[in-house]
C-alpha cells in the first residue's frame, strides 16, 4: 500500500505534517478528515521543504505550550484580565484584543500562554475552551464566569467582574501578608540574637566566670542559661537536624487531608490570626458565590466551585453541606447555620436575599461587609502583635543578661570581703 506525506491542519488551527498509508489520494484525504485533520498539502507535491518547515512549527508550539505550563503570578493575571476587560468594553474583537495583550505581555509564559489563546478562538473554539486547557492559570471560576458570559453574551461584563474579583482578592491578600511582614521579622531577629548570645557571648562569660568564682556554684538562672548554652554549641547539628524532621513532618501532616482539615481549624481560632482567617474565608465565600450567580453560573455549579476554591477544608466542608441541601431542594441557610462558622449577621442576609430573590446582590454586599472586617481585624491583630513581640524580645535578651550579671555581684562581693 503506498504511502502519501501530508501537512494539514487540525481542529485548532495548527499545522502539522507526516505519512499516511492508503490506496489512493482520495482514501488518503478521507482518513485524515476522519481523524480531524483537514489537509493542506497530499501526496508527491509535499516537498521536504515544506514538510521540514511544518514539522518546525509544530517543535515551536510544543516549546510554547511546555512554556506555557507554568504557573503565573495573581497579579499578572488580574492585570491581564483588567485590560482585557477594557478592550471587550470599547468595542474591540475578542482575537485582536487577545492579540494586543500578547504583543505588549512581558511574561513569557503569560505571553505564550494569550497566544495560544488566540490561536484557539480563531481555530474556532470558544474563549472558555481555550481557557481550560490552561487550569494553571485560569481556575475553575475563571472558566465557568466566562462560558456564561459567552452563553449569556455579556462576555464584556463578566471579564469586568473577574477583573474586580481578582483586584478585591488580591487586596485582601496583600493586606493579611503585610500584617504577617512584621511579627516574623522579629521573630527571625529574635532568634538570631539568641542564638549568637548563647553560641559566642555565653561561653565567654563561662570561662571568665570559672576562673574568677574558683570553684564556687553558679547563680541558678545563669546555670541554666550556661546548660542551654552548651547543648546549643555541642548539638547544633542536631537541632538542626531535628528542625528539618518537624518540617518535613509538618508538611507531611499538612498535605494529607484530616491533617490539613485539623491545620485549618486550629487557624481559625488561634488568638489574633484566628478571627482575621475566619473573616477572610467569609469574604472569599460570599464573593465568590455571589459573583459567580451574579454571572449566570447555576447555583449548583456555583457551589461546587467556591467549594473548591474556598481555601480551607473547613469552610469547603459547610459549602458542600450548602450544596447538598440546595440539591434537595433546601434552603441555604439552614447549613450555613448548623456549620456554626457563619456569624448570626450573614445568616441573616443571605436569609433575606433568597426571601426577596436577590441572593446574589447580598453576598456580593456581604462580601464588603468583610472586607472591612478583615482590615479592622487586620489591624486590631497588628497593634496587639506588636508591643507582644517587642515585650517577648525584651524578656528573652533580657533573661540572658541578668543572667550573666548574677554571678558579676558575686565577684564583687568577693572582692569587697
Not at 481559625?268 to 458565590?289: D, H, N
Not at 524580645?393 to 562581693?413: H, K, R, S
Request: proline share 4%; with cysteine.
Amino acid at each position: 500500500m503506498p504511502s502519501f506525506d501530508y501537512i494539514a491542519l487540525d481542529a485548532r488551527g495548527e499545522q502539522t505534517a507526516g505519512s499516511i498509508s492508503a490506496k489512493d489520494e482520495a482514501e488518503a484525504v478521507a482518513q485524515l478528515r476522519k481523524s480531524g485533520l483537514y489537509p493542506t498539502q497530499i501526496g508527491a507535491g509535499v516537498s521536504g521543504a515544506a514538510k521540514r518547515q511544518a514539522q518546525k512549527a509544530q517543535k515551536q508550539r510544543v516549546k510554547a505550550r511546555a512554556g506555557a505550563s507554568g504557573k503565573v503570578g495573581t497579579k499578572t493575571l488580574m492585570i491581564f484580565t483588567r485590560q482585557l476587560a477594557t478592550l471587550v468594553e470599547a468595542g474591540l474583537p475578542l482575537l485582536r484584543g487577545l492579540s494586543v495583550l500578547a504583543g505588549q505581555e512581558k511574561n513569557r509564559i503569560m505571553q505564550s500562554t494569550i497566544n495560544q489563546l488566540a490561536d484557539s478562538v480563531q481555530s474556532g473554539s470558544t474563549f472558555s475552551e481555550g481557557l481550560g486547557q490552561h487550569p494553571k492559570i485560569f481556575d475553575k471560576l475563571f472558566v465557568n464566569m466566562v462560558k456564561a458570559g459567552e452563553l449569556g453574551g455579556v462576555l464584556e461584563i463578566v471579564l469586568s467582574r473577574l477583573a474586580e474579583y481578582l483586584e478585591k482578592a488580591q487586596k485582601l491578600k496583600n493586606r493579611i501578608v503585610a500584617a504577617m511582614v512584621y511579627p516574623i521579622i522579629v521573630m527571625v531577629i529574635a532568634v538570631g540574637i539568641l542564638c549568637f548570645l548563647l553560641g559566642f557571648i555565653v561561653p565567654k562569660f563561662k570561662t571568665i566566670f570559672d576562673d574568677m568564682l574558683q570553684g564556687r556554684p553558679l547563680p541558678g538562672l545563669t546555670q541554666f542559661i550556661v546548660d542551654i548554652s552548651d547543648v546549643v554549641k555541642s548539638y547544633w547539628w542536631m537541632i538542626l537536624i531535628g528542625i528539618v524532621l518537624f518540617w518535613g513532618m509538618w508538611r507531611l501532616f499538612a498535605s494529607s487531608k484530616g491533617g490539613r482539615k485539623t491545620i485549618d481549624g486550629w487557624k481559625m481560632k488561634l488568638p489574633g490570626v484566628g478571627p482575621v482567617q475566619l473573616k477572610s474565608s467569609i469574604s472569599r465565600f460570599a464573593r465568590t458565590l455571589g459573583t459567580l450567580v451574579t454571572s449566570g453560573v447555576p447555583i449548583l455549579q456555583a457551589l461546587n466551585i467556591t467549594r473548591d476554591t474556598a481555601g480551607n477544608l473547613v469552610v469547603a466542608d459547610a459549602i458542600e453541606k450548602v450544596h447538598e441541601a440546595v440539591r434537595e431542594g433546601e434552603s441555604v441557610v439552614a447549613p450555613l447555620e448548623a456549620s456554626r462558622i457563619f456569624p448570626p449577621m450573614v445568616t441573616s442576609m443571605v436569609q433575606v436575599g433568597e426571601e426577596t430573590g436577590q441572593l446574589p446582590d447580598m453576598l456580593l454586599k456581604v462580601a464588603d461587609v468583610y472586607d472591612d472586617e478583615v482590615d479592622n481585624a487586620v489591624d486590631a491583630m497588628t497593634s496587639m502583635i506588636e508591643p507582644v513581640m517587642i515585650v517577648f524580645l525584651a524578656l528573652v535578651v533580657g533573661t540572658i543578661v541578668i543572667a550573666l550579671f548574677l554571678p558579676m555581684i558575686d565577684i564583687l562581693q568577693g572582692l569587697q570581703q
